[in-house]
């Protein structure tokens, strides 16, 4: 438990001036667009004169200058005021909180399915190496890893939404449907089944290539011929000691694969017309709305830090020999 | 004075290699013995000891003869115990000393996990590790090389085999260490009335508390004997110079000085 | 030159170097192959695949040819994908270089920067870059290469940190050596393989990328991508999915070759190494 949360303090400390520099670096590309976001809600509303565009620049802090603009950013993110959705008129800490839950929950289930999925039959490959299983799941995981997520959804649109009418086309339920508790969770899962399937796939062929690889790795070392010198049954030898050792690099590229999984969602949750963040990072773009933009980026960083720290902290129960060295123990 | 393997012609050839690694051997393991395998590197001694516990890799080619006085080869951990040279990686890093104790016991005994542990507490006492309550649910990393082999000649133990094969087990340990190391498995041997197979690449350790020896060259048994027999008469001109090239602190200097 | 003697020994690399090589040749051939614009009205619209033997493909809505869609996008993804690599690889071998030579407080304020390009989903960088800048191959290709020079910026430090305490750089800098042909002869060489490894990933991953950037109609207009055909096809998906399944065909056949040819490339060097 301590070595918790000494890890957490260490990691929030230095992830402070990494996140500055994201919120730096992203509010400096964004000041590089043409036209600022009351040119973009001009726009919008079909155009005004020079007065109101200044009125408006002065009573959103506009017209300060870029540093002045950077310092109010920061210290209103401090009070968690993420500023003003252009396009949506609603404050952008709204917007995301409402919808954050639906991406955190197809995510979830992406990274469940593909973790619980792809382990178990790099597993089974990794269990015999080279044997006929193994090279087969090699090569079937080689070309699932090579499918673009965005396709996959729509081929997996045609096959079960279209043509078989198994599952929902869109949305992450029945519009007004009145449902509630379970039929309410059955229909969820049901419009799920199909965008978390299309996430999933390609992180399924990875985990089962680094649990594989892992596997392999591990039957070299000398407590697996030590363990054989024991007696000790086939399936204990793998699960017991060579999927325990392997899968822990797999743990950590959970972590490393979080960011990647956010980035993913913004397809798939277009094609599946899911109202989640990812899409929010569509409309944004299509919206030319910056602060709404810069809110998401901001957003996503964090949320990636406190997924590294969650597999961090697994990590280290899982592996004694983590965080000895700064104990002293 | 019976004999407990009774070693034929065996040779062994690697997968992808030429040369064999065992030529030829003829050899008896009499039950309760002391029998070390003496030999440099490359002389087949870690082979013979794999062949023997049935662990050489897959591919690996054997031929000739191994008869066993019970019939059939003994099996891993029930009937045979092995250590290892390097302590450090025979124990999985991320399993508690306790279950990589109790779980050759749980397997081959039939014990239940409680069961298990307090017949792997006994087991880490009988080694003289230090608190070995608090030794089960400690990590290898948290040993020292020394505890971490009385570790693994507990695991190797825990079953209570009859054979103990200790494949160079003191060879990656510290001088004092070593010789703990060699009075421990002599002790165990002794009280349990195991047979001890012991391979090195120290005459002088071996000869400490062996009852008989082998002597290994290039993969052929170049002599065997009772210990002091062999030591005080070698026959052949191998053993000869393995004794002479022995040095202790008695020996003359390699390297004379110059007179400045 | 042996590695690609050791490259073609291997059916992973003899593969994905055919599949490659037919590609760039699809590529460089492309006027060639299929003349005129691809982007032109070639004949009736949704005209069915394997129907007429001048548009073995079909058409689309436009009245477009698939094929030569297919046959100029491949342009794009190997040009896109290629280059993005080169610009990722280039700037992170030069911050990962100068952070691990440095050390100190340079290397911990160039190792914040990785770890902020790390911590956004390169995908959103993408997507705030193309949709800030604007459209067009050139900034697609720097867009892409922004969420991707993290990785070997990291990678090249790793290495450039075990190597420098390796014995064979101790005995250079004992003789005498300068440190800039120290790092040129001695630590460069061997630091690249794993990069190199690397590479061949982040060329698909920069090709998916910019076929998922031109799916959601942030790629450059006025060049054919398979990603905007994919775009495309989808507005008419129940009635021809023919037009959507070609591209992504297309697109996973290049993706594939190009994981084939790194993992040959990788058991290669491996190779060459333990020969060494």
Redesign the interface.
């Known amino acids: 438990m301590n070595r918790a949360l000494r890890l957490i303090r260490r990691r929030a400390i230095s992830s402070i001036?990494?996140?500055l520099?994201?919120i730096v670096?992203?509010f400096l590309?964004?000041e590089?667009?043409s036209g600022d976001a009351v040119d973009a809600y001009l726009l919008s509303i079909g155009g005004g004169d020079a007065t109101v565009a200044q009125s408006l620049r002065q009573a959103y802090g506009l017209d300060q200058s870029m540093p002045a603009r950077l310092w109010l950013y920061v210290s209103s993110l401090a009070k968690l005021d993420l500023g003003w959705s252009v396009a949506f008129s609603r404050p952008v800490l709204d917007l995301v909180l409402e919808r954050l839950p639906n991406t955190l929950l197809l995510m979830g289930s992406a990274t469940a399915l593909s973790f619980g999925l792809g382990s178990a039959l790099g597993i089974l490959a990794g269990a015999k190496p080279e044997s006929l299983r193994d090279r087969a799941l090699s090569t079937v995981s080689?070309?699932l890893?090579?499918?673009?997520s965005?396709?996959l959804g729509?081929?997996l649109?045609?096959i079960f939404a279209?043509q078989l009418r198994w599952l929902p086309t869109s949305g992450i339920e029945t519009i007004a449907s009145g449902k509630t508790g379970l039929t309410r969770a059955a229909d969820i899962a049901a419009h799920l089944v199909l965008p978390v399937a299309a996430l999933a796939l390609i992180y399924i062929a990875l985990f089962l290539r680094v649990t594989r690889a892992g596997m392999a790795e591990v039957w070299r070392?000398?407590?697996v011929?030590?363990?054989?010198?024991?007696?000790?049954?086939r399936a204990?030898i793998v699960l017991?000691?060579v999927a325990?050792?392997a899968l822990?690099p797999l743990v950590t590229m959970l972590g490393l694969q979080s960011?990647?999984m956010?980035?993913?969602s913004?397809?798939i949750e277009?094609?599946f017309a899911i109202p989640g963040f990812g899409r929010l990072?569509?409309e944004a773009?299509?919206g030319?709305d910056?602060p709404l933009?810069m809110g998401?980026?901001v957003v996503?960083?964090v949320l990636?830090?406190c997924v590294n720290l969650a597999v961090d902290i697994v990590y280290a129960a899982?592996?004694?020999?983590v965080g000895?060295s700064e104990s002293g123990g | 004075m019976s004999v407990l393997c009774e070693i034929r012609n065996l040779s062994v050839t690697y997968r992808g290699q030429k040369i064999p690694a065992l030529n030829g051997i003829d050899l008896d393991v009499i039950a309760g013995e002391r029998l070390a395998i003496i030999g440099e590197s490359g002389s087949g001694k870690s082979t013979l000891a794999r062949a023997v516990a049935g662990l050489l890799p897959s591919g690996s080619a054997m031929n000739g003869k191994m008869r066993w006085s019970s019939g059939h080869p003994l099996q891993p951990g029930r009937d045979l115990g092995f250590v290892f040279q390097d302590p450090s990686a025979s124990l999985n890093p991320v399993l508690t000393i306790g279950e990589q104790v109790a779980e050759g016991a749980r397997q081959h005994l039939g014990l239940s996990w409680n069961r298990a542990y307090s017949q792997a507490l006994d087991m880490l006492q009988r080694v003289h590790i230090p608190e070995p309550d608090k030794a089960l649910k400690a990590f290898p990393h948290q040993l020292s090389g020394g505890q971490r082999q009385r570790v693994a000649i507990a695991a190797a133990l825990a079953a209570k085999p009859g054979f103990l094969i200790a494949d160079e087990a003191t060879s990656a340990l510290d001088m004092v260490v070593q010789a703990e190391i060699v009075s421990l498995l002599d002790e165990l041997v002794r009280e349990a009335g195991m047979t001890l197979l012991f391979i090195t690449h120290d005459i002088a350790l071996a000869s400490g508390f062996a009852d008989r020896v082998a002597i290994f060259k290039d993969g052929r048994l170049v002599e065997s004997g009772p210990t002091g027999t062999v030591l005080a008469a070698p026959q052949e001109a191998y053993t000869k110079a393995l004794i002479a090239s022995h040095r202790d602190l008695s020996t003359p200097p390699l390297v004379r000085e110059v007179a400045s | 030159m042996r590695l690609i003697r050791n490259l073609i020994r291997t059916p992973e690399g003899a593969i994905g170097l055919g599949i490659l090589a037919l590609l760039v040749l699809i590529a460089l051939l492309a006027p060639a192959l299929s003349p005129g614009d691809p982007l032109r009205i070639a004949a009736r619209p949704l005209l069915p695949p394997f129907t007429d033997v001048n548009f073995p493909l079909g058409t689309d809505r436009l009245g477009r040819d698939v094929l030569a869609g297919i046959i100029h996008g491949t342009r794009t993804s190997l040009a896109v994908g290629i280059a993005a690599a080169l610009a990722a690889i280039a700037v992170g071998l030069c911050v990962g270089l100068a952070a691990g030579f440095a050390g100190g407080l340079v290397d911990e304020a160039l190792m914040r920067v990785v770890d902020a390009f790390q911590i956004v989903p390169s995908f959103l960088l993408a997507l705030a870059f193309v949709s800030v800048i604007g459209a067009s191959v050139p900034v697609v290709v720097l867009a892409i290469a922004l969420g991707a020079w993290a990785d070997p910026a990291r990678l090249t430090r790793a290495q450039v940190l075990s190597i420098r305490e390796r014995d064979y750089v101790a005995s250079a800098r004992v003789i005498g050596m300068h440190p800039a042909e120290i790092a040129f002869k001695e630590i460069l060489p061997n630091a690249l393989p794993p990069v190199l490894a690397l590479s061949a990933i982040i060329v698909a991953a920069a090709i998916l990328t910019e076929a998922a950037l031109s799916f959601l109609g942030l790629g450059d207009p006025n060049v054919v991508t398979w990603g905007s055909m994919i775009a495309e096809g989808r507005n008419i998906l129940r009635s021809s999915p023919s037009l959507s399944i070609f591209p992504g065909i297309a697109l996973v056949v290049t993706v594939v070759g190009v994981y084939l040819f790194s993992e040959g490339l990788t058991k290669a060097i491996a190779g060459r190494r333990s020969e060494a």
């Open positions: 001036p990494v996140l520099i994201v670096l992203t590309l964004l590089s667009a080689l070309i890893y090579a499918i673009p965005f396709w729509l081929v649109s045609i279209v070392l000398d407590f011929l030590f363990a054989r010198s024991k007696g000790l049954s204990r017991r000691h325990r050792n822990l960011a990647a956010l980035g993913g913004v397809v277009s094609i990072a569509q773009v299509s030319r910056a933009l998401i980026i996503s960083a990636v830090i899982l592996d004694p020999r000895v």
